[in-house]
C-alpha cells in the first residue's frame, strides 16, 4: 500500500441514506487500499451523517458544508478543497464501484501523458432488477477529443483524473452546471491529456425513479446550449470537426422533449429535417408510441 498513489474519492451526498452503504462499501472492498473519500454532506436531513459516520475507517473523511448548494458541480468544487490526493476519482451515493476498479485503472497512470481514465460500467434497472452493458463498441482512448464531441462515453462513476492534469485547467468543474459538468471537465481535459481507458466495467449506474439527469432532461438542454455557446470560442474544440455534434445531440433532445409535450403534429417536419442517423431512427420510433411509454423509458 505504501506504494499505490493515494486516490482521493468524492462522495457528494444530500438525502443520500437509501443506497449509501453500498457505495461506502464498494470502495471499502477495493483490491486497492490506498483511497479516502471526501464525503461532503450538502446538509442533508436524512440518515446520511448517522450511517457514515457509523462507519470505523480512518480513511473515511466527513465534511458538513457550511451551506447548501443547490447546484452538483458547485459543491462538487467544494469537495475537491479537501482532497489529499494525487489522484481523483468520483461516486454518487447511488451507484457502486467493483471491487477491481483501482487495481486495474490506476496502472494506466504509469503513463505520465495520461490525465484521465475511465471505463465501461454496468446499467442497473433497478425496478426490472436488470443489468445491462453501457457500451458493447471498443471504447476510445488517447487525444479523443473528437470522438467525445461526437458521443461523450466517459460514465460519472468510471473516471480518475490526475490531480495534475485537473490543476493544468483554467478551473475545475463550471459551477453553474448541476448536469452536464462531467462532459464539460472531461472535454476540457481531453484537449491537453490523453485518455486512458478500461473496456471492462469497472462500476455500475443505478437507474431508478430519481436520478438527476432523467429528471431534468430540460435542464440538460439548457446546459448544452450555454455551454456549446462558451466552448464554441474554444480555438482547440472548435477545430474538431465533430463540434457541431453538440447541436445535434441538443436537437435530438429538444425534439424528443417536445414529442412528449406537444405530440406529432407539431414535431413531424423537425424530424424529417433531423440528418438520417441512429437517433433520427428512434425519434422516428418515438413518434409512434405512446405517450406513457417514453416517460417510462427515460434514458433516451
Known amino acids: ?115 484521465l481514465v475511465y471505463g465501461n460500467l454496468w446499467l442497473f434497472f433497478e425496478n426490472k432488477n436488470k443489468k445491462v452493458i453501457y457500451r458493447k463498441k471498443i471504447l476510445p482512448s488517447g487525444m479523443i477529443l473528437n470522438e467525445l464531441l461526437n458521443d461523450y462515453v466517459i460514465g460519472s462513476p468510471t473516471y480518475i483524473i490526475r490531480k495534475k492534469s485537473l490543476k493544468s485547467l483554467d478551473y475545475y468543474f463550471n459551477k453553474s452546471f448541476h448536469i452536464i459538468g462531467d462532459l464539460d471537465l472531461n472535454i476540457r481535459l481531453s484537449t491537453k491529456w490523453k485518455v486512458g481507458c478500461i473496456q471492462a466495467p469497472v462500476a455500475a449506474v443505478r437507474v431508478h425513479g430519481q436520478n438527476i439527469s432523467l429528471l431534468n432532461r430540460s435542464k440538460e438542454i439548457i446546459e448544452l446550449k450555454t455551454w456549446y455557446n462558451e466552448i464554441k470560442f474554444d480555438p482547440i474544440i472548435s477545430s474538431k470537426r465533430n463540434i457541431n455534434q453538440i447541436l445535434l445531440k441538443i436537437s435530438y433532445l429538444e425534439i424528443m422533449q417536445g414529442i412528449l409535450t406537444d405530440g406529432l403534429k407539431k414535431n413531424f417536419f423537425s424530424i424529417m429535417k433531423y440528418p438520417l442517423c441512429f437517433n433520427k431512427i428512434k425519434l422516428i420510433i418515438a413518434l409512434l408510441l405512446p405517450k406513457f411509454v417514453i416517460k417510462k423509458i427515460k434514458n433516451y
Open 1 to 115: 500500500m505504501k506504494n499505490e498513489p493515494l486516490v482521493s474519492i468524492v462522495m457528494n451526498c444530500y438525502n443520500g441514506e437509501k443506497y449509501l452503504c453500498d457505495a461506502i462499501d464498494s470502495v471499502i472492498n477495493q483490491t486497492y487500499k490506498n483511497w479516502e473519500i471526501i464525503f461532503w454532506d450538502n446538509q442533508s436531513t436524512d440518515k446520511s451523517e448517522k450511517i457514515f459516520n457509523s462507519y470505523k475507517d480512518s480513511r473515511l473523511k466527513y465534511f458538513y458544508a457550511p451551506i447548501h448548494s443547490d447546484i452538483l458541480y458547485e459543491a462538487r468544487n467544494f469537495a475537491l478543497e479537501k482532497i489529499n490526493g494525487d489522484f481523483i476519482a468520483f461516486l454518487d451515493v447511488d451507484d457502486w464501484w467493483l471491487p477491481h476498479k483501482l487495481e486495474k485503472q490506476m496502472p494506466l497512470f504509469k503513463d505520465s501523458s495520461i490525465g
